[in-house]
C-alpha cells in the first residue's frame, strides 16, 4: 500500500466479503489485477487507484468545476451530454468533439493497468485523459467537466472540506435497473466472465467496483439541499426529459427558451445518443473486440429502457433486491 495514501485502503480477500471471492475469480483480468477497499463504507476500487489516490485527493478544485457524479450505469454519459450543452450554451458544434475530451473521467487513469497492458499490446496507445486523468484535468482551462464514479468520502478534500464548492449534479437510478445494465457493461467494458445471477450476487453484496451502491447514493441524496448539489433522477428524465433539462439550466444559471429546450430533449433522445459517435463509446468497443480484451458482444448504450429488470429477473431475486431496497431507503424520504 502506497505510505502517502490519504485513505485507510484494505485489499480485497476472499474472506472480507460474502461474495468477494466472486469478484476474485470473475474480475480479475487484464484490466484488473486487485481489488481494494477505502474509507469508512470500505468502497471497492480497483487496486491500481492507489497510485492516483493522493493525487486525487490533493486536487485543486475550482467552484467554476462542474461535476457530473454517479454510481456506474445510472445515466451518466446522458447527464454529461445534457450538462455540457446547456452549460456551453447548446454548442452542437463543439459536442462533436470525444465526450470524455471535454467531460473527462475523473479517475478513469485508476481504472486499468495500463503499464502491464501496453507491455503486451505495444500497438495501442492511448490519450492523457485516459492515462494521467488527474493530471489532464488539472490542466484544462475554466470551466472543467468532469465526470466521477466515486462517492462523496471519496471525492477531493477540497470538496467534503467545503473549501471549494463546484457545481455537483448527482443522477441516481433504480437499483434493479441499474444491476441489469452494469452487467452488460461490465461484460462488455470491463471483462466479466461470470453470469448474471453471481452478478447481482455481488451488486446485492457490494462487492462491485464503487460498491456499496446505496451509502453512494445516500452520501448525495442527504446533501441535496446544498445550493452546489443538484439530484437528478434517471427516470425523471426519461418520464419528461424537457422538465429535467429545465430544472438543470437553472442549476447551472442558464435560461433556455422553449424550442431550445426541445432541441436539446431530440438531440439527447436514446435512438440519437445511440447513433452519436461523440457520445456512444462504440470505438472503445471496438477497439476492446480488435485486440481480444474481451469476449462479448452488444453495444455500449444498449436499451435506456426503465423497467428492463422485469424481462431478466426471476421473482425471487426481484423480491430480494424490493427488501434490500426497502431497507436501504426506509426512513429517507427517497424513492427509487
Given at each position: 500500500?502506497?505510505?502517502?495514501?490519504?485513505?485507510?485502503?484494505?485489499?480485497?480477500?476472499?474472506?472480507?466479503?460474502?461474495?468477494?471471492?466472486?469478484?476474485?475469480?470473475?474480475?480479475?483480468?487484464?484490466?484488473?489485477?486487485?481489488?481494494?477497499?477505502?474509507?469508512?463504507?470500505?468502497?471497492?476500487?480497483?487496486?491500481?487507484?492507489?497510485?492516483?489516490?493522493?493525487?486525487?485527493?490533493?486536487?485543486?478544485?475550482?467552484?467554476?468545476?462542474?461535476?457530473?457524479?454517479?454510481?456506474?450505469?445510472?445515466?451518466?454519459?446522458?447527464?454529461?451530454?445534457?450538462?455540457?450543452?446547456?452549460?456551453?450554451?447548446?454548442?452542437?458544434?463543439?459536442?462533436?468533439?470525444?465526450?470524455?475530451?471535454?467531460?473527462?473521467?475523473?479517475?478513469?487513469?485508476?481504472?486499468?493497468?495500463?503499464?502491464?497492458?501496453?507491455?503486451?499490446?505495444?500497438?495501442?496507445?492511448?490519450?492523457?485523459?485516459?492515462?494521467?486523468?488527474?493530471?489532464?484535468?488539472?490542466?484544462l482551462p475554466s470551466p472543467r467537466f468532469i465526470k466521477t464514479h466515486i462517492p462523496w468520502e471519496l471525492?477531493?478534500?477540497?470538496?467534503?472540506?467545503?473549501?471549494?464548492?463546484?457545481?455537483?449534479?448527482?443522477?441516481?437510478?433504480?437499483?434493479?435497473?441499474?444491476?441489469?445494465s452494469y452487467y452488460h457493461h461490465s461484460r462488455l467494458m470491463e471483462g466479466y466472465k461470470g453470469n448474471?445471477?453471481?452478478?447481482?450476487?455481488?451488486?446485492?453484496?457490494?462487492?462491485?467496483?464503487?460498491?456499496?451502491?446505496?451509502?453512494?447514493?445516500?452520501?448525495?441524496?442527504?446533501?441535496?439541499?446544498?445550493?452546489?448539489?443538484?439530484?437528478?433522477?434517471?427516470?425523471?428524465?426519461?418520464?419528461?426529459?424537457?422538465?429535467?433539462?429545465?430544472?438543470?439550466?437553472?442549476?447551472?444559471?442558464?435560461?433556455?427558451?422553449?424550442?431550445?429546450?426541445?432541441?436539446?430533449?431530440?438531440?439527447?433522445?436514446?435512438?440519437?445518443?445511440?447513433?452519436?459517435?461523440?457520445?456512444?463509446?462504440?470505438?472503445?468497443?471496438?477497439?476492446?473486440?480488435?485486440?481480444?480484451?474481451?469476449?462479448?458482444?452488444?453495444?455500449?448504450?444498449?436499451?435506456?429502457?426503465?423497467?428492463?429488470?422485469?424481462?431478466?429477473?426471476?421473482?425471487?431475486?426481484?423480491?430480494?433486491?424490493?427488501?434490500?431496497?426497502?431497507?436501504n431507503l426506509a426512513g429517507t424520504g427517497l424513492a427509487l
Amino acid at each position: 500500500m502506497a505510505a502517502d495514501a490519504p485513505f485507510n485502503f484494505v485489499p480485497v480477500e476472499a474472506s472480507l466479503g460474502k461474495c468477494d471471492n466472486l469478484l476474485l475469480q470473475y474480475f480479475l483480468n487484464q484490466f484488473r489485477k486487485g481489488y481494494i477497499r477505502a474509507g469508512p463504507h470500505k468502497v471497492v476500487l480497483p487496486v491500481y487507484h492507489l497510485n492516483f489516490a493522493k493525487a486525487l485527493d490533493d486536487m485543486e478544485i475550482r467552484n467554476e468545476d462542474v461535476f457530473v457524479v454517479s454510481h456506474p450505469k445510472t445515466g451518466t454519459t446522458w447527464t454529461q451530454e445534457m450538462v455540457w450543452c446547456i452549460a456551453n450554451d447548446l454548442d452542437y458544434e463543439g459536442a462533436k468533439q470525444f465526450l470524455p475530451e471535454r467531460f473527462p473521467f475523473l479517475e478513469h487513469s485508476s481504472l486499468f493497468d495500463y503499464g502491464d497492458l501496453l507491455s503486451r499490446k505495444p500497438e495501442i496507445t492511448f490519450p492523457e485523459y485516459v492515462t494521467d486523468s488527474v493530471k489532464f484535468i488539472s490542466e484544462l482551462p475554466s470551466p472543467r467537466f468532469i465526470k466521477t464514479h466515486i462517492p462523496w468520502e471519496l471525492l477531493p478534500r477540497q470538496i467534503r472540506e467545503g473549501t471549494r464548492s463546484p457545481k455537483i449534479i448527482y443522477v441516481a437510478r433504480n437499483a434493479k435497473d441499474t444491476c441489469v445494465s452494469y452487467y452488460h457493461h461490465s461484460r462488455l467494458m470491463e471483462g466479466y466472465k461470470g453470469n448474471f445471477q453471481d452478478f447481482c450476487k455481488l451488486f446485492l453484496e457490494d462487492s462491485l467496483t464503487f460498491s456499496p451502491f446505496w451509502s453512494h447514493v445516500m452520501s448525495f441524496w442527504n446533501r441535496r439541499d446544498q445550493p452546489n448539489i443538484l439530484f437528478l433522477k434517471y427516470e425523471d428524465m426519461k418520464k419528461d426529459l424537457p422538465s429535467v433539462i429545465r430544472k438543470t439550466a437553472d442549476f447551472l444559471g442558464k435560461t433556455l427558451n422553449d424550442e431550445q429546450v426541445e432541441t436539446l430533449a431530440d438531440h439527447l433522445s436514446f435512438q440519437n445518443m445511440k447513433n452519436n459517435k461523440a457520445v456512444n463509446y462504440e470505438a472503445v468497443v471496438e477497439i476492446n473486440k480488435a485486440h481480444n480484451l474481451i469476449d462479448a458482444d452488444g453495444a455500449f448504450m444498449r436499451s435506456g429502457k426503465v423497467g428492463e429488470w422485469k424481462a431478466v429477473m426471476t421473482p425471487e431475486l426481484s423480491d430480494l433486491f424490493d427488501h434490500w431496497t426497502e431497507k436501504n431507503l426506509a426512513g429517507t424520504g427517497l424513492a427509487l
